[in-house]
C-alpha cells in the first residue's frame, strides 16, 4: 500500500471540498472495498478524507411518509430496523444476502452504492482493463465471461455492478442526496445514479468531482410482498450470478429489478406491465437488445426461472 495523508472533515461541505481540490483523495468510511483496492494498488489514493464524525448515520421519516437513510447508516442496521424490515422488506433481505455479518457491521449505505465491479479482470493488475486503466483494453471480450454482463455494456467493459442493495433501491424509486463543494445539495434518482460504461467505463456514477453522498431517500411504501432472491454459486458471501428485487401484488401487478445481469440495477419498467402474463414475457422485454457472450448466455433463462420462483413466492 503506498503512503497517502488523511483527515477528518467537520461538515459535509468540508469534506466535499477537500476531496474537489485534490483529483487523488477520496472519501473513506467503512473502507469495506476501498482498503482492498489500495492493498492491490488499483486504487492510489493520495489523501484519505474520513467521513465517520459527520453525523449521517441516522434513520429518519419524511413528511411524504417515506424514510431517510443518512450515509453512514451500516448495513446491519438499516437492514435490522423495524420500519425497513415491516415497509421495505425487499431492501432488507438484499442487504442481508450480501456480504459477510461482519462486513455488514462496517459497510454504509453510500458505500455500498459506490462498491466498484468485482470483474475478475479489474482486479487481476496484470490483465488489460479499460475500468482499471483507460484504453488499456477489456481482457473479459474474449476471456471468461460467465458472471459478467448481458446487457448494458459496451465493446469497451461488460463488468456488473457488484451490489445487491442497490437493486432493491431501484424497484423502491429511491432518490440520492448529495453536497458538493460549495455546500449546494442534489437529488439524484438511483435510476439515473449509476452510469453505463460506454466509451468511459471507468466513471462508474453520474456524480461529480468531490460531491459527496449524505442520504438516501425512500417514498412511501409500495404494497406488496416484497422478494429478493439470489442466485450465486455458494450461499453465501459470494456476488449474484442473477438476483431479482420484487414488490409484487396479489393482483399479479408489481415492480421488478434485476441484479448480476448488467453494470447497474437493471429495470425496465415498461416490461412490469406483462407480470400477469408470467416471467418470459416480462424478461423477454427486459432483455430486448441483450448481447451475451458464449459463457453468460445461461443468464437469460436463469433471470427467467428466477423470476418465476419469485411470482410463484408470491402467489403463495
Not at 100 to 109: C, E, P
Not at 211 to 234: Q, S
Not at 289 to 310: D, I, M, Q, S, V
Request: net charge positive; with cysteine; proline share 6%.
Amino acid at each position: 500500500m503506498r503512503s497517502f495523508t488523511y483527515e477528518r472533515p467537520s461538515t459535509p461541505a468540508e469534506a466535499a471540498a477537500s476531496v474537489a481540490r485534490n483529483p487523488e483523495a477520496k472519501f473513506i468510511a467503512g473502507g469495506t472495498n476501498l482498503l482492498d483496492l489500495m492493498k492491490l494498488q488499483i486504487e492510489t489514493p493520495s489523501h484519505l478524507v474520513d467521513v465517520n464524525g459527520l453525523s449521517l448515520d441516522r434513520i429518519e421519516p419524511t413528511p411524504e411518509g417515506g424514510l431517510r437513510i443518512g450515509a453512514l447508516v451500516r448495513n446491519t442496521d438499516l437492514a435490522a430496523d423495524p420500519r425497513v424490515r415491516t415497509d421495505y422488506g425487499v431492501l432488507s433481505r438484499a442487504l442481508l444476502a450480501g456480504a459477510s455479518g461482519q462486513l455488514r457491521n462496517k459497510a454504509t449505505t453510500a458505500g455500498n452504492l459506490l462498491q466498484r465491479t468485482r470483474c475478475p479482470y479489474f482486479y487481476d493488475t496484470a490483465q488489460p482493463c479499460n475500468k482499471r486503466q483507460p484504453g488499456s483494453g477489456c481482457s473479459a471480450l474474449d476471456g471468461v465471461s460467465r458472471q459478467l454482463a448481458v446487457i448494458g455494456a459496451s465493446e469497451a467493459c461488460i463488468a456488473t455492478h457488484p451490489g445487491d442493495m442497490a437493486v432493491a433501491m431501484r424497484v423502491l424509486d429511491a432518490t440520492v442526496e448529495t453536497v458538493d463543494a460549495k455546500g449546494t445539495e442534489r437529488k439524484i434518482p438511483v435510476a439515473e445514479f449509476h452510469r453505463l460504461p460506454g466509451d468511459r467505463p471507468e466513471v462508474d456514477t453520474h456524480l461529480k468531482p468531490g460531491e459527496l453522498i449524505t442520504a438516501v431517500t425512500l417514498p412511501a411504501p409500495k404494497a406488496g410482498t416484497h422478494i429478493y432472491r439470489k442466485v450465486r454459486d455458494r450461499a453465501s458471501y459470494a456476488y449474484a450470478l442473477v438476483s431479482v428485487a420484487a414488490i409484487l401484488a396479489k393482483d399479479g401487478t408489481g415492480h421488478v429489478a434485476f441484479g448480476g445481469v448488467a453494470p447497474r440495477p437493471w429495470r425496465v419498467e415498461a416490461a412490469e406491465a406483462d407480470l400477469r402474463k408470467g416471467a418470459k414475457a416480462v424478461t423477454d422485454r427486459v432483455f430486448a437488445g441483450a448481447k451475451p457472450t458464449e459463457h453468460n448466455a445461461y443468464k437469460l433463462k436463469l433471470a427467467e426461472r428466477t423470476l418465476t420462483a419469485a411470482l410463484n413466492q408470491a402467489r403463495a
